[in-house]
């Protein structure tokens, strides 16, 4: 008996204990394993020995509803993982080495302890694409099903004839057309009409190979060009490929007329000789470096900086917050913080919180310190990402930039890792493994003693928190570089506006006094609308029904360039109608606006203004959104609008004009952290104005022009915040004063939902208070999205371990809820 532990990637899944066979290798943690799970073959990943489960564990254990793949049941699947006694053998080892770097298992495994999820998901979060092989049922007639065709009826009959013809189809496929399938086929196969196999898909290794022609010891032989054999294009060939020593590519060889009949006579004559070589697709080619400016630091940039080299040379973790104003030069104290660290023999991994982001961060990288930068986000191609995770594999990488799913980059001996606007809602993963990137680093760089320094203009109420409580330790950068001025921030009270001009006004007096004057200068301008679309809503003035989408509890988003009204939750689109689908009434009115009526508006406005639009509509093509920045950095536009994308990070010195459209929009939402949001916003969108030797402005609309989040933004004075949030957080019990888990039940109905919610919160409330508290059940926020109707339960305390373990023991013994919940610990948001 060689028992090892492994992880699979399924949903809720505890680590799995199987057996290593006689004659086998033994695999070490981090290697792939083929092993079997219920009738199917899946890739898992060894785990450390310590890390270890047990049967009665995997008994406990329950699953949310996964998806069904390659035609097999998954719960089925998992359920028969569960009764099994003897653990099974695995069936191969796909590596030789270990394929995950330890230190990249063990902070998965944290990931799935603190985060409530199966091993398996965070496991699968840390492996490049195309690293998963698994098996997919296939099945084909055999004579004896093709003789008995014509006799078989109903469901039988429809399955042998998909098969006819020597077929070989998936199980998945068939199962699709019908229901009842799985049984119909099992019968087929005891009655010998068809065969079911499982061969396995995927590979191991997913490089990029490309054939390589290069010339022989023999073809390098001046008299092989007067083998009498030749004819005058293999001659050419030949003489090519003898000037190249390295060798040409096939397709290159082809592309100038050298086909693959010549390739082949020469190769017959021995003359050439053909090889598959690795080649790495490059993400770089679209993004070239940016060499770095050259400019004295400021005192508290120096002061920072001196400050972060000492940690950093004493080579144990550290946390810093970086808390900086916008403009203040917190990215240069990253270029020449990572230059010391390098130069110590460690790494560097930078996270930057969205895609758009990445390029100019990368750039700036790349400039600074050559090839050895590497990206890593989900906008590359499979490729592209499977090809840099492998560099970074292999070492020939020191500094990494990307987003969150970086945090689980191969990289070794990391000396620094910066976490760049920490306080982005984008580091939360809103899917299993809800993992929030900015907590997981701080976790990698303890583990690897490392400083890791997080910066923002507007941090977090927990990072605040923990650098007031002498967790973090924090430095300020209060003043911005070349003691440039911070935007002048205008507010417009928007009821003056709709009591003077209507209800229908996007763009107040004030903003568009402002846009003609920015145009008139011929400097640019930034307008942001965190709501993306034309009409936020279609309203019948006839019997006041909404056009709703029919599986989410939300209107559907009128896109007028599209012609579609869309859900932005589920996708579902429809035309936008003529008359009411309620009362077929003409009376249908638009209603709100979003980025896509306020571009209309100001090209309506401004003939002549060159105008681009960034948000989720605009930039669904790959590079879209790095090509508009690209336009609007180089002068091509002079009005950029756009979502939350537009307001931060970007550096842009020829804004001198920032509009905020509806400023208070996230206000309204049921959630703790809107107001923590809307000044974040505020504060970001405001700081991307007068970023050059231009001042700047900012023309903030709003309806409520004394709320507390809107005043200290315009303002830009976080201290004052933090003190009227922190005082709202305390009061109400909400993080950062204590921990909270967000628990949402799904069901077919309403009721439903909420009774599986109360049957959890009657369970959770057996400790006895003092332990924790539970809020609820109440219906959620969207009480039905997808199809689905949801409840929702707080879980709140001090001790995060016991919550999530009293939790986790009431799922374990509910398993038929624990399918349909959703346990999200340390929310971004409660919707």
Same mark, same amino acid.
């Given at each position: 008996?060689?028992?090892?532990?492994?992880?699979?990637?399924?949903?809720?899944?505890?680590?799995?204990?199987?057996?290593?066979?006689?004659?086998?290798?033994?695999?070490?943690?981090?290697?792939?394993?083929?092993?079997?799970?219920?009738?199917?073959?899946?890739?898992?990943?060894?785990?450390?020995?310590?890390?270890?489960?047990?049967?009665?564990?995997?008994?406990?254990?329950?699953?949310?509803?996964?998806?069904?793949?390659?035609?097999?049941?998954?719960?089925?699947?998992?359920?028969?993982?569960?009764?099994?006694?003897?653990?099974?053998?695995?069936?191969?080892?796909?590596?030789?080495?270990?394929?995950?770097?330890?230190?990249?298992?063990?902070?998965?495994?944290?990931?799935?302890?603190?985060?409530?999820?199966?091993?398996?998901?965070?496991?699968?979060?840390?492996?490049?694409?195309?690293?998963?092989?698994?098996?997919?049922?296939?099945?084909?007639?055999?004579? /004896?099903?093709?003789?008995?065709?014509?006799?078989?009826?109903?469901?039988?009959?429809?399955?042998?004839?998909?098969?006819?013809?020597?077929?070989?189809?998936?199980?998945?496929?068939?199962?699709?057309?019908?229901?009842?399938?799985?049984?119909?086929?099992?019968?087929?196969?005891?009655?010998?009409?068809?065969?079911?196999?499982?061969?396995?898909?995927?590979?191991?290794?997913?490089?990029?190979?490309?054939?390589?022609?290069?010339?022989?010891?023999?073809?390098?032989?001046?008299?092989?060009?007067?083998?009498?054999?030749?004819?005058?294009?293999?001659?050419?060939?030949?003489?090519?490929?003898?000037?190249?020593?390295?060798?040409?590519?096939?397709?290159?060889?082809?592309?100038?007329?050298?086909?693959?009949?010549?390739?082949?006579?020469?190769?017959?004559?021995?003359?050439?000789?053909?090889?598959?070589?690795?080649?790495?697709?490059?993400?770089?080619?679209?993004?070239?470096?940016?060499?770095?400016?050259?400019?004295?630091?400021?005192?508290?940039?120096?002061?920072?900086?001196? =400050?972060?080299?000492?940690? /950093?040379?004493?080579?144990?973790?550290?946390?810093?917050?970086?808390?900086?104003?916008?403009?203040?030069?917190?990215?240069?104290?990253?270029?020449?913080?990572?230059?010391?660290?390098?130069?110590?023999?460690?790494?560097?991994?930078?996270?930057?919180?969205?895609?758009?982001?990445?390029?100019?961060?990368?750039?700036?990288?790349?400039?600074?310190?050559?090839?050895?930068?590497?990206?890593?986000?989900?906008?590359?191609?499979?490729?592209?990402?499977?090809?840099?995770?492998?560099?970074?594999?292999?070492?020939?990488?020191?500094?990494?930039?990307?987003?969150?799913?970086?945090?689980?980059?191969?990289?070794?001996?990391?000396?620094?890792?910066?976490?760049?606007?920490?306080?982005?809602?984008?580091?939360?993963?809103?899917?299993?493994?809800?993992?929030?990137?900015?907590?997981?680093?701080?976790?990698?760089?303890?583990?690897?003693?490392?400083?890791?320094?997080?910066?923002?203009?507007?941090?977090?109420?927990?990072?605040?928190?923990?650098?007031?409580?002498?967790?973090?330790?924090?430095?300020?950068?209060?003043?911005?570089?070349?003691?440039?001025?911070?935007?002048?921030?205008?507010?417009?009270?928007?009821?003056?506006?709709?009591?003077?001009?209507?209800?229908?006004?996007?763009?107040?007096?004030?903003?568009?006094?402002?846009?003609?004057?920015?145009?008139?200068?011929?400097?640019?301008?930034?307008?942001?609308?965190?709501?993306?679309?034309?009409?936020?809503?279609?309203?019948?003035?006839?019997?006041?029904?909404?056009?709703?989408?029919?599986?989410?509890?939300?209107?559907?988003?009128?896109?007028?360039?599209?012609?579609?009204?869309?859900?932005?939750?589920?996708?579902?689109?429809?035309?936008?109608?003529?008359?009411?689908?309620?009362? /077929?009434?003409?009376?249908?009115?638009?209603?709100?606006?979003?980025?896509?009526?306020?571009?209309?508006?100001?090209?309506?406005?401004?003939?002549?203004?060159?105008?681009?639009?960034?948000?989720?509509?605009?930039?669904?093509?790959?590079?879209?959104?790095?090509?508009?920045?690209?336009?609007?950095?180089?002068?091509?536009?002079?009005?950029?609008?756009?979502?939350?994308?537009?307001?931060?990070?970007?550096?842009?010195?020829?804004?001198?004009?920032?509009?905020?459209?509806?400023?208070?929009?996230?206000?309204?939402?049921?959630?703790?952290?809107?107001?923590?949001? =809307?000044?974040?916003?505020?504060?970001?969108?405001?700081?991307?104005?007068?970023?050059?030797?231009?001042?700047?402005?900012?023309?903030?609309?709003?309806?409520?022009?004394?709320?507390?989040?809107?005043?200290?933004?315009?303002?830009?004075?976080?201290?004052?915040?933090?003190?009227?949030?922190?005082?709202?957080?305390?009061?109400?019990?909400?993080?950062?004063?204590?921990?909270?888990?967000?628990?949402?039940?799904?069901?077919?109905?309403?009721? /439903?939902?909420?009774?599986?919610?109360?049957?959890?919160?009657?369970?959770?409330?057996?400790?006895?208070?003092?332990?924790?508290?539970?809020?609820?059940?109440?219906?959620?926020?969207?009480?039905?999205?997808?199809?689905?109707?949801?409840?929702?339960?707080?879980?709140?305390?001090?001790?995060?371990?016991?919550?999530?373990?009293?939790?986790?023991?009431?799922?374990?013994?509910?398993?038929?809820?624990?399918?349909?919940?959703?346990?999200?610990?340390?929310?971004?948001?409660?919707?």
């Amino acid at each position: 008996m060689r028992p090892i532990t492994v992880a699979v990637p399924v949903p809720t899944l505890d680590s799995l204990t199987y057996n290593v066979p006689d004659g086998m290798p033994m695999p070490s943690p981090g290697m792939r394993v083929l092993v079997p799970l219920g009738n199917r073959i899946v890739t898992g990943c060894v785990l450390p020995p310590e890390g270890g489960s047990h049967e009665t564990k995997q008994e406990q254990q329950q699953l949310q509803q996964p998806e069904t793949g390659s035609g097999d049941n998954n719960e089925d699947l998992v359920a028969s993982a569960f009764r099994r006694t003897d653990p099974k053998d695995i069936v191969d080892v796909l590596d030789a080495e270990p394929f995950l770097p330890e230190p990249i298992v063990r902070l998965a495994e944290w990931v799935a302890e603190y985060y409530a999820c199966g091993v398996g998901e965070a496991i699968a979060t840390a492996m490049p694409p195309r690293a998963w092989v698994e098996s997919e049922r296939h099945a084909a007639i055999t004579d /004896a099903g093709e003789a008995r065709l014509l006799t078989e009826r109903g469901l039988r009959r429809d399955v042998l004839e998909r098969l006819t013809g020597g077929r070989v189809t998936s199980v998945g496929a068939i199962a699709r057309a019908s229901r009842g399938t799985h049984a119909a086929l099992a019968a087929l196969e005891r009655d010998g009409l068809v065969t079911l196999t499982r061969p396995l898909k995927g590979r191991a290794d997913a490089s990029r190979t490309v054939r390589v022609v290069h010339a022989t010891a023999q073809g390098l032989d001046p008299a092989s060009l007067e083998t009498p054999r030749l004819g005058e294009r293999q001659r050419t060939a030949l003489g090519r490929l003898r000037a190249a020593p390295d060798g040409l590519a096939a397709a290159e060889l082809a592309a100038d007329g050298v086909d693959s009949a010549t390739i082949v006579r020469l190769a017959r004559l021995g003359l050439v000789s053909i090889e598959r070589r690795r080649v790495e697709r490059d993400p770089f080619e679209a993004a070239p470096a940016v060499a770095p400016a050259a400019f004295d630091l400021t005192a508290e940039q120096e002061g920072a900086l001196g =400050t972060l080299r000492g940690i /950093a040379a004493t080579g144990t973790f550290a946390p810093v917050l970086l808390h900086g104003v916008t403009g203040s030069g917190k990215t240069e104290i990253y270029l020449r913080l990572a230059r010391d660290v390098l130069a110590a023999g460690r790494r560097v991994l930078l996270m930057v919180p969205e895609i758009a982001l990445t390029p100019a961060a990368a750039a700036a990288f790349r400039g600074a310190f050559g090839r050895r930068v590497a990206i890593q986000h989900s906008a590359l191609s499979d490729g592209e990402r499977y090809d840099q995770w492998h560099r970074i594999r292999r070492g020939d990488v020191d500094v990494v930039v990307g987003t969150r799913s970086a945090v689980f980059t191969p990289l070794t001996d990391v000396g620094l890792i910066v976490v760049d606007e920490e306080h982005d809602g984008s580091y939360k993963q809103d899917e299993s493994p809800r993992y929030h990137g900015r907590d997981v680093a701080i976790v990698r760089a303890r583990a690897a003693g490392a400083v890791v320094v997080l910066g923002s203009a507007t941090p977090s109420l927990e990072s605040y928190y923990n650098a007031e409580n002498g967790r973090y330790r924090r430095l300020t950068l209060e003043r911005r570089v070349f003691d440039r001025p911070l935007a002048n921030v205008r507010i417009v009270d928007m009821r003056t506006e709709y009591a003077a001009e209507g209800p229908d006004v996007i763009l107040s007096g004030a903003l568009v006094d402002a846009l003609r004057a920015t145009l008139d200068r011929r400097e640019q301008a930034i307008v942001l609308l965190n709501r993306r679309g034309f009409a936020s809503a279609v309203f019948c003035r006839q019997c006041g029904d909404t056009l709703e989408c029919p599986n989410c509890s939300v209107s559907l988003t009128v896109h007028r360039a599209a012609g579609r009204a869309r859900c932005h939750y589920c996708n579902y689109s429809t035309g936008v109608p003529k008359t009411c689908a309620k009362c /077929a009434g003409p009376y249908l009115e638009q209603l709100g606006f979003g980025t896509e009526r306020v571009e209309a508006e100001i090209g309506s406005v401004f003939p002549s203004a060159r105008v681009g639009r960034v948000d989720r509509d605009t930039i669904r093509r790959r590079g879209a959104i790095a090509d508009l920045l690209a336009r609007f950095g180089a002068g091509e536009l002079d009005v950029l609008v756009g979502t939350q994308m537009i307001a931060k990070g970007h550096d842009f010195p020829r804004v001198t004009l920032v509009g905020v459209v509806s400023a208070d929009i996230g206000l309204g939402l049921a959630d703790f952290r809107a107001a923590e949001r =809307t000044f974040q916003l505020l504060t970001q969108v405001a700081g991307r104005a007068g970023r050059g030797e231009l001042a700047g402005e900012a023309i903030v609309q709003t309806l409520y022009p004394d709320h507390y989040s809107i005043r200290h933004a315009c303002r830009q004075d976080y201290a004052a915040f933090y003190r009227d949030e922190l005082t709202f957080r305390q009061s109400m019990r909400y993080p950062p004063a204590v921990a909270l888990i967000n628990v949402v039940v799904k069901a077919r109905t309403r009721e /439903a939902a909420m009774q599986d919610a109360g049957t959890i919160v009657e369970a959770l409330r057996v400790p006895g208070p003092g332990a924790y508290r539970v809020l609820g059940p109440a219906p959620a926020p969207l009480v039905r999205l997808k199809g689905e109707h949801r409840a929702q339960l707080f879980i709140k305390g001090t001790h995060r371990t016991s919550m999530r373990q009293a939790l986790l023991t009431v799922l374990g013994s509910r398993p038929e809820i624990a399918r349909r919940a959703i346990v999200d610990v340390d929310p971004m948001s409660v919707l």
